[in-house]
């Protein structure tokens, strides 16, 4: 171990073996990230915990008593923070939670593990939710290819899915947070929220890397009737 500029220990992981540079490099970011460790001694699920925290710190687009959908929700940081402060635990509010992957029981969320891109998922998500939410968030990723180009198509595309089906389901006030990675591939998109939102801004929470592209796009005040998104 050694320090780093901040005087903190820094661990670096041995190299060889079968373990490839990007893994090697994975694996000691993650080992070195303060918001790694904190998330442990706060017992949340992933670091992910503190952006959403940090987001609606100064948006304040989760309140008491609102219905969230969390698309992409393993392994349930955003999860854990909705339903803390929509009273989900409580009965006030509500979280219903899916993804590819499955997630260890969360108190007040509601979680089916499913593909959010399968021709069912959007019915199976309304019988799930029982009527309108206020709130639709995704920290969804597509899988990437290597090539940025296609990359970044695939990422926008999920976020356009998640777009329209925030605009089917959402209340009139409503609000939708998405990742996304800064590209000039998101005009349009950007174009879509901003006739069906009253607010679109980009986001970028201190719990995000620094030397990441991710960002998160914050569309409030959902002008649309649920069931079709016209105004």
């Given at each position: 171990?050694?320090?780093?500029?901040?005087?903190?220990?820094?661990?670096?992981?041995?190299?060889?073996?079968?373990?490839?540079?990007?893994?090697?490099?994975?694996?000691?970011?993650?080992?070195?990230?303060?918001?790694?460790?904190?998330?442990?001694?706060d017992g949340f699920?992933?670091?992910?915990?503190?952006?959403?925290?940090?987001?609606?710190?100064?948006?304040?687009?989760?309140?008491?008593?609102?219905?969230?959908?969390?698309?992409?929700?393993?392994?349930?940081?955003?999860?854990?923070?909705?339903?803390?402060r929509v009273g989900?635990?409580?009965?006030?509010?509500?979280?219903?939670?899916?993804?590819?992957?499955?997630?260890?029981?969360?108190?007040?969320?509601?979680?089916?593990?499913?593909?959010?891109?399968?021709?069912?998922?959007?019915?199976?998500?309304?019988?799930?939710?029982?009527?309108?939410?206020?709130?639709?968030?995704?920290?969804?990723?597509?899988?990437?290819?290597?090539?940025?180009?296609?990359?970044?198509?695939?990422?926008?595309?999920?976020?356009?899915?998640?777009?329209?089906?925030?605009?089917?389901?959402?209340?009139?006030?409503?609000?939708?947070?998405?990742?996304?990675?800064?590209?000039?591939?998101?005009?349009?998109?950007?174009?879509?929220?901003?006739?069906d939102f009253a607010?679109?801004?980009?986001?970028?929470?201190?719990?995000?890397?620094?030397?990441?592209?991710?960002?998160?796009?914050?569309?409030?005040?959902?002008?649309?009737?649920?069931?079709?998104?016209?105004?």
């Amino acid at each position: 171990m050694a320090k780093d500029t901040t005087g903190r220990l820094h661990v670096t992981v041995k190299s060889g073996g079968k373990r490839k540079l990007s893994s090697k490099l994975w694996l000691e970011r993650q080992l070195n990230d303060p918001y790694v460790a904190q998330a442990k001694r706060d017992g949340f699920r992933s670091r992910a915990a503190y952006k959403l925290r940090e987001m609606d710190d100064k948006h304040h687009f989760l309140k008491q008593g609102q219905v969230v959908v969390d698309l992409g929700a393993a392994p349930g940081g955003w999860s854990q923070i909705a339903a803390k402060r929509v009273g989900a635990v409580e009965g006030r509010g509500k979280v219903v939670a899916i993804d590819l992957l499955e997630m260890a029981e969360i108190p007040g969320v509601t979680f089916a593990q499913m593909d959010f891109l399968d021709a069912q998922a959007p019915e199976k998500l309304r019988v799930m939710i029982g009527g309108g939410a206020d709130v639709v968030m995704s920290d969804m990723a597509a899988n990437t290819t290597g090539h940025r180009k296609t990359d970044q198509l695939r990422i926008i595309g999920l976020v356009e899915n998640a777009a329209a089906f925030a605009c089917e389901i959402l209340n009139p006030g409503g609000a939708f947070l998405a990742k996304v990675f800064q590209s000039g591939a998101e005009a349009d998109l950007l174009a879509q929220l901003k006739r069906d939102f009253a607010t679109v801004k980009h986001v970028k929470p201190a719990a995000s890397r620094q030397d990441s592209s991710e960002r998160y796009v914050l569309a409030l005040g959902f002008r649309g009737v649920r069931g079709g998104g016209e105004t």
